[in-house]
């Protein structure tokens, strides 16, 4: 078993910056990546950000070069930076984490609230 504690989030107005952290406990030797996830009212849960234990990132189309993702040394705490944030980026964001064997786990959920 894998626990996601999140942190961050909350209120900013279009164009400012937010961080999201999200920190994992049990299992976390068999962790192969983690990430975030957003889903907006009436939207599919989309991926945000991830990043590998090896350090590989991948980014949503719509986050490239606003977003930045990061872990610590120990491979159990991540990071979201999130800069330039528009109202379409409202969503509660969820921290993902991934196992060697493909099982997912996540986290209650952080909103973010963009205003115009």
């Known amino acids: 078993q894998v626990r996601l504690v999140e942190s961050g989030g909350g209120l900013v107005q279009a164009g400012g910056s937010l961080r999201l952290s999200c920190t994992a406990s049990?299992?976390?030797?068999?962790?192969?990546?983690m990430g975030w996830y957003r889903q907006a009212p009436g939207k599919q849960r989309e991926l945000v950000a991830r990043?590998?234990?090896?350090?590989?990132?991948y980014y949503g189309d719509s986050m490239k070069g606003r977003f930045t993702i990061s872990r610590g040394n120990s491979n159990n705490v991540i990071t979201l930076q999130m800069s330039s944030l528009e109202p379409e980026d409202t969503a509660v964001y969820y921290c993902?984490?991934?196992?060697?064997?493909?099982?997912?786990?996540w986290g209650q959920g952080t909103q973010v609230t963009v205003s115009s």
């Open positions: 993902n984490a991934e196992t060697s064997r493909s099982a997912q786990y």
């Open positions: 049990g299992f976390i030797s068999g962790l192969r990546a």
């Open positions: 990043i590998s234990t090896e350090g590989s990132t």
